[in-house]
């Protein structure tokens, strides 16, 4: 069936660069997507979400950008701290389903 | 926000006891919940939707018979790991939806560890 992936499973990165995620889905019908940030032990947390009648939404040091035509969306973070460790999994729905289906995830490490 | 607890979030069992875990909706009425189960360094695999009132519905591959939900208000649903086996251990983590937006929020996760 189809899927969300990423690119790259792990991202170093030192404190105060910015940091950008990737995701490739293949779902063209997927009109919702959601960033996710996972923290050791913990269930995923809610960062930002996107609809896709939008192309770029902003949030706290965080940016998501969708670009439907080659079907890819993509976190960033700006000025990375150390707390940003995390893994970052990206998520979407399509319309009526309210079912996400979770990408891979990328870990994020951020060096002091 | 909308939250939601589980809990335990740790739990160690002996090999063919049951364990049930809880996700409860604190403030918002969850129409949906979702259950799924995460291995180390992986994502997260849905296990199962359920619907408040209704029979779960099990993602292919998953037993039914082993892995009971019930969602017997729009606040609660619980999860009971029967007969469990080392090979159940695993992180197991629960989201909730409300009826008005898009968006689900996630358990803190338990962590079940069966000897």
């Known amino acids: 069936g189809e899927s969300v992936g990423l690119h790259l499973p792990t991202l170093s990165v030192q404190e105060g660069d910015n940091s950008i995620i990737n995701c490739a889905y293949s779902?063209?019908?997927?009109?919702?997507f959601i960033w996710y940030k996972q923290e050791s032990g913990k269930g995923p947390q809610f960062i930002i979400d996107i609809r896709s009648n939008m192309d770029k939404r902003q949030g706290q040091r965080v940016t998501v950008l969708l670009n439907k035509t080659v079907k890819h969306l993509s976190l960033q973070i700006a000025a990375t701290q150390p707390g940003d460790s995390a893994v970052y999994f990206c998520a979407e729905t399509e319309g009526g389903s309210y079912i996400p289906t979770f990408g891979r995830g990328t870990s994020l490490i951020v060096h002091p | 926000g909308a939250v939601v607890s589980q809990h335990p979030s740790r739990v160690i069992c002996k090999s063919g006891t049951s364990v049930k875990i809880e996700c409860r909706s604190l403030?918002?009425?969850?129409?949906?919940m979702f259950w799924y189960r995460q291995f180390p360094k992986k994502s997260l695999m849905l296990m199962a939707t359920s619907n408040e009132g209704s029979k779960a519905t099990y993602e292919q591959g998953v037993e039914k018979d082993k892995f009971l939900i019930n969602h017997a208000s729009l606040t609660l649903s619980t999860l009971t790991v029967t007969s469990a086996h080392p090979e159940d251990s695993s992180f197991y983590i629960c989201s909730a939806r409300g009826d008005r937006s898009y968006g689900y929020t996630f358990g803190s996760g338990t962590r079940l560890t069966v000897v």
């Open positions: 403030d918002f009425q969850a129409t949906t």
């Open positions: 779902n063209s019908a997927s009109d919702y």
